[in-house]
């Protein structure tokens, strides 16, 4: 995750990557900044050119400048903006996720708006009965409020995003999920069950946000030249285990991560009037809610075959809501799809 705020940019990445990607930084700075000297043949005139090009300066340093900030999954780190008209502030919150053991981390950006302004049983009252209220010691003032405003879930397979359960929340009993082991390596008992507790809870934040950028690798198995099936909508278990055995998702894994967070009513996938028993179609995506979908497998070109199998795959309540990066999947020089 890359924030620009300053004069540099900052990257928030795993703690575990950061001694590694010091290393790499420092090794590309050390190329960036090497000069030839007068002895190596190079030109030693500051306001010269070389080779009849365009006059420049030497440099003996590097243009690459960033930052790096190591987070583990429950973390909250604000995100500081050069300029913040309205009064919110923002900040990132770290979740767990499975990438085949790899370090990996997904992300919810939120939202604080500091002065909540009177509580509704105060508004309307006159200042005088305000300031008294206040010198009691009465709250009149709303709490801040947050706001998830998206959530990225990063390279992650089925199992690193499904919204986990009540019960595992509360005591840490269950499986431990696969992006917490390594990251709370160190911690005593307390620690490792309150990281988890905060992980969780920004992971359920993150899917309550109105823009889910979520990861989609892998559509086989849905029609096309990867083979037809009698019913497209569903796919073969090896399709979605050759998904997981790469540590990413296919297509119905998303399906059923946003069903198991409530934001798609659990259903047959299809435009039947027939409900759940609970008054709501089957298919119904939350109002409001947008889903992009990145890291689209090259497999599955072209970008208007990768578009039929999605629509195999998805509702069509959920399909309408759906953006979809394939600029990996368009030939070179065409400027549609």
């Known amino acids: 995750m890359t ?78 903006r050069r300029k913040n008209r309205d009064g919110r502030k923002l900040y990132l919150k770290a979740f767990a996720s499975s990438h085949g053991g790899h370090p990996a981390l997904g992300y919810a950006i939120a939202s604080v708006k500091g002065n909540a302004g009177l509580k509704a049983e105060y508004r309307g009252l006159p200042n005088d009965k305000i300031r008294e209220l206040v010198k009691r010691g009465v709250e009149v003032r709303g709490a801040p409020v947050e706001r998830s ?89 090896c399709d979605r285990d050759f998904a997981r055995s790469r540590a990413h998702m296919h297509a119905l894994d998303v399906v059923e991560v946003l069903e198991s967070h409530k934001i798609l009513r659990s259903g047959s996938g299809d435009d039947s009037d027939d409900d759940d028993g609970g008054g709501v179609e089957k298919g119904t995506v939350d109002d409001g809610r947008r889903l992009v979908l990145f890291h689209l497998s090259g497999r599955h070109s072209p970008a208007d075959f990768a578009m039929d199998a999605l629509s195999r795959a998805f509702p069509s309540r959920l399909a309408e809501r759906t953006d979809v990066a394939v600029a990996s999947l368009v030939p070179e020089g065409r400027g549609d799809g």
């Open 149 to 237: 405003e998206v959530c990225y879930t990063g390279d992650t397979a089925i199992d690193g995003v499904l919204c986990p359960r009540e019960e595992e929340e509360d005591d840490g009993d269950g499986e431990v999920p696969a992006g917490m082991t390594a990251a709370t390596e160190g911690d005593d008992e307390n620690e490792r069950l309150l990281r988890r507790r905060r992980s969780d809870a920004n992971l359920r934040a993150a899917f309550e946000s109105p823009l889910i950028i979520c990861e989609c690798t892998f559509l086989g198995g849905l029609g096309g030249k990867e083979g037809t099936m009698s019913n497209p909508s569903k796919s073969s278990p």
């Open 3 to 80: 924030s620009g705020g300053g004069d540099a940019p900052t990257y928030y990445v795993p703690a575990e990557l950061i001694p590694k990607l010091e290393e790499a930084r420092d090794a590309m700075s050390a190329l960036d900044s090497l000069c030839r000297s007068v002895d190596d043949g190079g030109d030693d005139d500051d306001d010269g050119a070389t080779g009849g090009g365009t006059p420049h300066r030497r440099r003996d340093e590097s243009l690459i400048p960033m930052n790096f900030v190591g987070l583990r999954p429950g973390d909250t780190v604000e995100l500081r």
